[in-house]
């Protein structure tokens, strides 16, 4: 029995991928785990959905602006540390397997402390700040990107695995039960549009300013972030029935509908996190990628621009942008089949299809 503790959380883009290695380990290995975390978070949700245990800790958030949360938070990360100190002592994993984020942060350093070697994941081609200020406690660092993309100072501990993906895909069978779900025909391409799990302002707007001209040609489906999704509900409201047919929306697709979602779609358009590149490698759909510009040491935008060398996707840049630019661009894309083909197969290959197992892999040889 090979014991490994779990070290991160905070987003669902650090849980789900944590979900997918599990699977991979319990495939490959008898093992116990143990999850460190924060309290009432979703890393606890899913720890306990998935039967594992669970112990909270405390954690202190990495923010880049300013509040007076900052003064404190630095106490509750090392209240913490000794916290995942005294969980691992008693717990004695052979490995700790570290998601990074700002709640694995505690458990780094403990693990380090307590001489526990630790396999880490980073998502993005930008190093994140736990991944930088853990480094020295990491025994091998698994990449999300391939490690050219990444300073040269970590070669030697880098293994490139890709992003972990945490679904099966929809068989093709389901596609009339897809599209009923969503209340269309299949006579119009369909383009989804995301913008991370609480939507996206800018790219919201920009589709709102060139709707009717979008369902006039195709059917879109939208995440617009919760907090949008009542101003969208009041413009399909305004549309003729001829058109809203065409426009569904919702303020958070959920796993099977996001599934359901991206195996009809033509084109999406969204954000360039980690996690939703490599969704969309898994369904190998061409993109329009939009960064996010505020994003941590520019992530989003080196991410977009990998994708975009590689031929899956066109980056658009959020300043600057219109809705008749994006609409413009749709047009050329949907309407080139072959390159939007093209583009597809370039997006399939930009992800590893085992993520997950080669990561599972270096983690159990690293407990050995």
Known sequence: MIRIAIAGGGTGGHVEPVLAVIN???????????????????EEFAANEAGIDFVPISVGKLRRYASWNNLRDPFLAIGGMFQALKTLYNFKP???????????????????LLRIPVVSHESDTALGFSNKLGFRFVSKLCTGFPIGLYPKSIAEKAVFCGNPVVWDRV?????????????????LPIIV?????????????HVWETLSGLIDQFQVIHQTGASQLSEALAIKKSLPASLKKHYYCDGFLDRPTLASALDLARLVISRSGANTLADLSYFAI???????????????????????????????PEIGLTGTTLKNLIDRLIFDSKNL???????ANINPKNASKKIASIILEVAK
Do not use: C
């Open 24 to 42: 991979s380990l319990k495939e490959k290995a008898q093992i116990e785990l143990l999850w460190l975390g924060a309290a009432n978070s979703r």
């Open 171 to 187: 068989d093709k069978s389901t596609r009339n039960v897809s599209l009923r779900k969503f209340g269309f025909k299949d006579n």
């Open 286 to 316: 061409p993109a329009i990628l939009i960064p996010l510009p505020s994003a941590a040491q520019n992530h989003q935008v080196t991410n977009a621009q990998f994708i975009s060398d590689a031929g899956g996707a066109i980056v658009l």
């Open 94 to 112: 052979q490995v700790v397997f570290s998601k990074s984020g700002y709640v694995a942060l505690p458990t780094i350093f403990a693990a380090g």
């Open 193 to 205: 549009v995301l913008g991370g799990s609480q939507g996206s302002s800018a790219i919201n707007r």
């Open 341 to 347: 083909e093209e583009m597809g197969e370039n997006m």
